[in-house]
């Protein structure tokens, strides 16, 4: 691509970033490309306030680990938790659960906020958090109910 092209690219990528920060509730709008050559992915444009990019990424970022960080977390679980004799159905329901947790509530949420708008929606999502962490306590998986899931399981695999 020539410099001419780059520069046209260029101007019409911050374009679209600075409309995307006009159509949006948000300080800054990015527009990322990826280089598949170089395996890289960098900023394209910048539209909005472009000092608080660098904020807005890192907080992206931490939210990525956190997630990733928590689905790790519910794999290892999901697995050890099963007994051997149904370990593969017990994973295919939780990715069933999982994923369809995360389409319905995807959708739920999106209907929320478009009849709310997004900062009541906000707010209510982190109300049910709220209450998930207080309600934690009475349906956490008893150390008892953990003991029978170990005696069936070695019940099942060696007698």
Known sequence: ??????EVVFSVLARVASEAVALAPASVG???IADEGARTLRVGAVGGDAESLALTVLAFGQGG???IAI??????TAQTMSPSWVLAR??????????????????????????QGVPNALLFSAVGLLAGLVTM?????RAREAELIRYADSGITHG
């Open 71 to 76: 689905l790790a977390c519910l794999n290892v």
């Open 90 to 115: 017990s994973l295919s329901m939780y990715v069933l659960v999982l994923q369809g947790g995360l389409a319905g509530g995807s959708a739920l949420f999106g209907a929320l906020a478009d009849s």
């Open 65 to 67: 680990v956190g997630w």
């Open 30 to 32: 990015a527009v990322w």
């Open 1 to 6: 691509m020539s410099t001419a092209d780059g």
């Open 137 to 141: 306590r009475w349906h956490r998986l």
